[in-house]
Structure formats: structure tokens, C-alpha cells
């Protein structure tokens, strides 16, 4: 077995090494070890994958005949079976992914003014349990692995004919699909490592996103080990209303989750934390719950002593079968909005995109079997990392 610090370990024998679940340092690591190669080949080998996106060892014209067979007999390059390919009229893009013969999730990219932005689920279903959300309605199934993840990207950046440092038609991706991608840490960092990577997807780190529903040991050891940015789903300025909302704010409460995002925002000097707020209607979207915010944000400003630090995304909520929740009316939205505004925050509204094919916020959905026994196993295995917020927590896919 290899075992490398960025990636998982590697099999010398057995079954083939899915080589989307390795970063750089663990590809090098596995053709080092494993192969008996030099560790530079592994960077041909990325750039055929990620750049080219080519899968077959056999078009890899730049490696000799002996190293292409022992890819052959070590390695495979296996993305996700795109299921279902759905444009929708406003340019949004829906792709259903299966990733096994049980498991199926979404990824959503979203163009818009100059960039494109690529919504990346990082588990099957999601156990937070978040009241508004329609995939916490699936419960949870799986974490998905970091060949899952990236596989996502992939499939996106191929469809796009996305060519990193020239042609960039990527230009963001929000770990903001279905799941809480906090509860699956090191896959997740992983992926998010060849999203940045030059021979990967070649992303800033300000433009990879990851949106927690507030698991606060995780966002520290994220600020450890990662720069990208952070956004929080709040969608409630006060405990009691939130942990109504959001189980996992019984376990990390507003002042605590707000602690955490101090501390991240600290190890970045000059730039901010987003704040996802999504509007429900005479839930949270009042001049009190407003002000709240304001109060919030101002405090995070202060303590941080940056001007513009706290940005708030505002959500209308997008209605689910089943939901009792409704979206406010165009002039509540706008109301709220302005108190934000007046009170000198960025808060912009989140257009809806792809309503026709059930893409936007809140309406990714996946095909989650046997939820029940599953998300109790889950559960137990939060407990056990002393993560359990009761009933769960999550992120803000709202
Ligand atoms: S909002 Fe995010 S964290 Fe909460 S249940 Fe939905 S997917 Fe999970």
C-alpha cells in the first residue's frame, strides 16, 4: 500500500485505482511507488485527464508503450455516468451523475456576465436535516468520494470544452449542491485541491467556494489546511428561530459559528465570508430579523476590521413539493433588501436560474434508497466524532 499525506492509499495490486481520486501529490506518489515511474509522469497523465480530458490510456500519445501498459493494468480514469443532460432555456445546465448503480446526484452550472459557475454536491442526500431544504427531505446515503467530486467537474468543464489557462469557460464552482461538505472533510479538500491545481482545473482559491451549514470544528481545521472561500448558510439572525430552521445550531449556536468565521476571515487577510440568507415568508424575512442581520454583520465587520467583509447572498426560497414554506413577495424581498443596503451591506438577491429544470437553489435532488438505516449509521458516526447536532446540520443548499 502507498499511503500519501494529500491522498488516500494506494493498492499495488487488486482492484484498479480510480486516478480522479488522486491529487498531484498522490498521483506522483502512485506512480513513484506503485508504477516505478518518475513522479513527473504523473503530470502528462493530469493534464491528459483534466485538460483533455481524455480517459483512455491508450490516447495518451506523450507515454511510452511499457507505461501505458502498466496504467492499463494498475489504473483506470472512471467518471460518473451522466444519467440525464438537461439545458434549460436561460443557459443554466443540469446534469444527473450516476455514481453507482444505486446513487444518482446533480450538478448545476450556472453562467452569468463573464463567468460560469459549476453547483458540486459533495454527498448523496444530506443528513443536517435542515428544515427548508429539499434534499434533507431524501435523507442520507453516502459521502461521495473524491473521484465523485471531481468527476462533477469533469463531466461539466468536458461538456463546456473548458480549457484551463486558455479557454476558461469554469470559472467558479460552489461546493453548495446536495450534502454538507464539512461532514466529508477529506474528500472534499481533496477534489478541492485539483480544482485549484495548475494541472488541474487551475481555479483561484477565491473562486472555489465551500458553503457549510456552520460544522465549526471543521471550518477551523478547514482555515488549517485551505484557502478557498467560505460561505455560511445562516438564514436566521437569532438561535431560537435558527435552531428551529437548522438543527446544527443547537450544537453550534450563532455566537460560536460567527467565532469560527472570525478566525477563518483572520487567516485571509482582505477578503470576506459570504452569508447565504434565503427569504421565507413570515419566517425571517421581517425588519426585525433585518436588523438582526445588520447586527450580525456589523460585529463580524468589527471584529474582522475590514469594511465589505460580511457579504449576504438574499434567497428567495424556491418552493418544493411538500414544503411549508413559501417565497415572500417580490416587495418583502426588496424591503429587506433595502434595510441591508441602507445600513451599508452588500446583499445581493439571487435570481433564480433554471427554474424548468428544477436547478435552482434548493431543488437539487438525487435518488437516495434505503435512507432510513443509513442516515442512522451516519448519525452514530457523527457521534462518535463528537459532530452530532441532534438531529444533523448541514449546509445552505437553500
Ligand atoms: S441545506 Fe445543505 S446542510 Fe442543510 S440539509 Fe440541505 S444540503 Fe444539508
Known amino acids: 500500500m502507498v499511503a500519501s499525506a494529500s491522498g488516500p492509499a494506494v493498492a499495488a495490486t487488486g482492484p484498479k485505482t480510480n486516478l480522479f481520486d488522486l491529487d498531484r501529490a498522490a498521483l506522483e506518489d502512485f506512480f513513484e511507488r506503485v508504477l516505478g515511474e518518475k513522479r513527473y509522469r504523473a503530470h502528462q497523465v493530469m493534464k491528459w ?22 496504467l492499463e493494468q494498475h489504473a ?39 463567468r460560469g459557475t ?13 428544515r427548508f431544504c429539499s434534499t434533507a427531505t431524501q435523507g442520507f446515503n453516502r459521502n461521495l468520494t473524491t473521484a465523485e467530486i471531481i468527476g462533477q467537474v469533469w463531466v461539466a468543464a468536458r461538456h463546456l470544452g473548458n480549457v484551463p489557462h486558455q479557454q476558461r469557460k469554469l470559472t467558479n464552482v460552489v461546493m453548495m449542491g446536495m450534502g454538507e461538505p464539512l461532514a466529508n472533510f477529506d474528500n472534499v479538500v481533496r477534489a478541492m485541491s485539483i480544482m485549484r491545481d495548475d494541472l488541474g482545473y487551475g481555479l483561484a482559491n477565491k473562486r472555489v467556494t465551500l458553503s457549510t451549514a456552520g460544522m465549526v470544528p471543521q471550518i477551523d481545521k478547514l482555515g488549517e489546511v485551505s484557502d478557498v472561500s467560505l460561505a455560511v448558510s445562516l438564514h436566521a439572525p437569532f438561535d431560537e428561530l435558527r435552531s428551529e430552521l437548522m438543527p446544527i445550531n443547537r450544537k453550534y449556536p450563532i455566537a460560536v459559528l460567527m467565532d469560527a468565521c472570525v478566525r477563518y476571515a483572520q487567516r485571509r487577510p482582505g477578503t470576506s465570508v459570504t452569508f447565504e440568507y434565503t427569504l421565507m415568508q413570515g419566517v425571517n424575512d421581517q425588519p426585525e430579523h433585518a436588523r438582526g442581520l445588520v447586527g450580525l454583520m456589523h460585529a463580524f465587520e468589527r471584529r474582522v476590521q475590514m469594511k ?34 441602507e445600513a451599508g ?27 432510513t438505516r443509513r442516515q442512522a449509521e451516519f448519525r452514530r458516526q457523527l457521534v462518535a ?3 452530532d447536532a441532534e438531529a444533523g446540520a448541514g449546509h445552505a443548499a437553500a
Open 49 to 70: 485527464i483534466h485538460h483533455r480530458y481524455v480517459t483512455d490510456f491508450g490516447q495518451m500519445t506523450d507515454l511510452g508503450k511499457a507505461l501505458r501498459a502498466k
Open 76 to 114: 483506470e480514469v472512471r467518471a460518473p455516468t451522466v444519467l440525464l443532460d438537461k439545458p434549460s432555456a436561460d443557459g443554466t445546465h443540469k446534469w444527473l451523475l450516476g455514481m453507482d448503480p444505486k446513487n444518482a446526484i446533480e450538478a448545476v452550472f450556472i453562467p452569468d456576465k463573464g
Open 118 to 130: 459549476l453547483c458540486v454536491s459533495s454527498q448523496v442526500g444530506c443528513a443536517l436535516n435542515c
Open 308 to 341: 465589505d467583509a460580511a457579504k449576504v447572498n438574499l434567497i428567495p426560497f424556491n418552493p418544493f413539493p411538500g414544503t411549508r414554506f413559501e417565497r415572500p413577495d417580490e416587495g418583502a424581498i426588496r424591503a429587506f433588501q433595502k434595510l441591508l443596503n
Open 345 to 371: 451591506l452588500i446583499a445581493p438577491v439571487r435570481r433564480t436560474r433554471g427554474d424548468d429544470i428544477d436547478a435552482a437553489c434548493g431543488q437539487l435532488k438525487g435518488q437516495v434508497l434505503d435512507r
Open 385 to 387: 466524532q463528537g459532530l
